[in-house]
């Protein structure tokens, strides 16, 4: 597998029983995976619940994950990383970033292209990506440029609340060198 962590922040949480942490890594030193959650272990469990990033489907007003790992290996590798590295920060409570070696970049190993029935929108397909036949990041739209004709592509977004300050952020895209 290629996929491997190079960077990562971890800050932990206080005062919410449904969360220990929020979470950052960057894969490959080219994309950028935010709003990973590390929540307390299920009852009977020793082991911390790694939560992926979500997005809320406002027809629906359910959740689904804009990322999540694939196969058990690619689960399993990324719950060692980021759980070593919280447990490695013994109970502080002040934000830690890592910084890990990189092998190679990641190779693309599946899209899935759905196009946009609606002619007149300026969303022409929706996608799906595999990277490294280990993680996929769904719900990416392809768009069309009004201006110039020219097709863009748009990564799943986290919309802020609206009596924060936090811009929106995107789940995963690629990372600024």
Do not use: W
């Amino acid at each position: 597998m290629n996929m491997k962590i190079t960077e990562m922040s971890i800050t932990p949480v206080e005062g919410n029983p449904k969360r220990l942490a929020n979470v950052r890594v960057t894969i490959n030193g080219e994309y950028c995976l935010r709003n990973l959650r590390i929540m307390p272990p299920k009852s009977g469990e020793s082991k911390p619940v790694l939560g992926m990033a979500l997005e809320k489907i406002e027809k629906t007003q359910r959740f689904v994950e804009v990322f999540h790992p694939i196969t058990a290996d690619a689960r399993e590798a990324l719950e060692d990383v980021i759980f070593g590295a919280y447990e490695a920060m013994a109970g502080s409570m002040e934000r830690k970033d890592f910084e890990f070696g990189m092998d190679k970049p990641s190779e693309i190993t599946d899209i899935e292209i759905v196009m946009n029935p609606k002619s007149d929108s300026p969303v022409k397909a929706f996608a799906s990506v595999v990277l490294d036949d280990a993680v996929k990041l769904k719900s990416v739209l392809v768009l069309e440029s009004k201006d110039t004709g020219d097709l863009y592509i748009a990564t799943p977004r986290r919309r802020a609340q609206e009596d924060s300050d936090q811009k929106a952020e995107a789940h995963l895209v690629p990372h600024q060198r």
